[in-house]
């Protein structure tokens, strides 16, 4: 890719996004694949007059994979994290202890060329910072999600007690963000989840489905795998790891119109009005399960209802709904 290309995008993410000054030491993590958007983001930190290292860490075993030690305790000693790796860091250790510590993380995860300059990263990201805040506000106001699709979803949920939390991209304060930006994100109470998911597109660690991936919840739970060789992948998976790696973790509705509808999960589940479901730990988004795995998918077409309130249906959310919802 270009330089300037890459100097374009990263000026915006530590400039516009981040808020970089003087005052601020940065650290970029980056694994062998990310290393051209590594150095990227270093020059471009220093150039907003920053201090900022570049650490090439080995490739990660996986999503929530721990990063090495001596990284993880950098992360907490420097002001912004940047992580560019090809899994995400957000559910580890790692990442919770830096955002306890006051240290700003923004995690670029899968991150490719096309969607910096084509997808996702081009958005308006006022105008995805201010659908996401008003979703968000829905969802922690509501007490039950419905969702339904054409392929077969049918399932309910409590928020109760649950905070959304706003991946809006925008790290300069406090927290973390996920980049590209776009999502709503809430946990489920835990044990609430019933019905049935259909999955109709793609699954972190698996790619775009064969067929449609029909899961079962009960009390919580996926307790049923229908479907092609990426349910029978999926069951495979979650039978290898603990015992938490079954609980529905997230509903997280997609705020970003620039972003594609691609296999990859890092762009695809911030598309505005899809649902990123997932399965596994929800520690890091205000929940109380922990896993060592986070599964990420998508319902492309999905409808929910907050509250009996119908707020998406096609693609588009009713913003009215949305703020009934809200103010209760």
Do not use: W
Request: net charge negative; glycine share 10%; hydrophobic share 45%.
């Amino acid at each position: 890719m270009r330089d300037l290309e890459y100097a374009a995008v990263t000026r915006r993410v530590v400039e516009r996004l981040g808020e970089l000054t003087a005052d601020d030491e940065a650290l970029v993590v980056a694994d062998p694949g990310a290393v051209e958007l590594g150095r990227a983001l270093t020059r471009a930190a220093r150039a907003a007059d920053a201090s900022a290292t570049l650490s090439v860490v080995p490739r990660l075993a996986g999503h929530g994979a721990e990063p090495p030690a001596g990284v993880a305790a950098a992360m907490r000693a420097v002001d912004v994290v940047f992580v560019v790796t090809e899994h995400s860091l957000v559910h580890t250790e790692a990442r919770r202890e830096a955002a306890a510590a006051g240290t700003r993380v923004a995690v670029l995860r899968g991150v490719t060329p096309e969607m910096l300059v084509e997808g996702a990263m081009t958005a308006d990201f006022e105008a995805v910072r201010r659908t996401t805040g008003l979703v968000c506000d829905a969802l922690t106001a509501a007490s039950e999600a419905r969702v339904s699709c054409p392929e077969g979803t049918k399932a309910a949920m409590s928020l109760e007690g649950r905070s959304a939390l706003p991946l809006d991209g925008f790290f300069h304060d406090y927290g973390f963000s996920n980049l590209p930006p776009g999502l709503a994100v809430c946990s489920p109470v835990e044990g609430t989840a019933e019905g049935t998911i259909v999955l109709d597109h793609a699954m972190d660690g698996i790619g775009a489905f064969d067929e449609p991936v029909e899961l079962v919840l009960d009390g919580g739970r996926a307790v049923e795998f229908r479907g092609g060789s990426a349910a029978a992948t999926l069951r495979d998976r979650l039978d290898a790891a603990d015992a938490n790696a079954r609980n529905l973790a997230e509903f997280a509705p997609g705020t970003n119109p620039a972003a594609r509808l691609t296999p990859n999960l890092a762009e695809c589940k911030k598309r505005l009005g899809v649902l990123d479901v997932a399965l596994g730990d929800n520690t890091s988004i205000g929940g109380t399960t922990a896993s060592e795995l986070h599964i990420d998918s998508i319902i492309t077409r999905p409808a929910i209802e907050l509250d009996g309130r119908e707020v998406l249906r096609d693609g588009e959310y009713d913003e009215a709904a949305l703020q009934a919802v809200a103010d209760g």
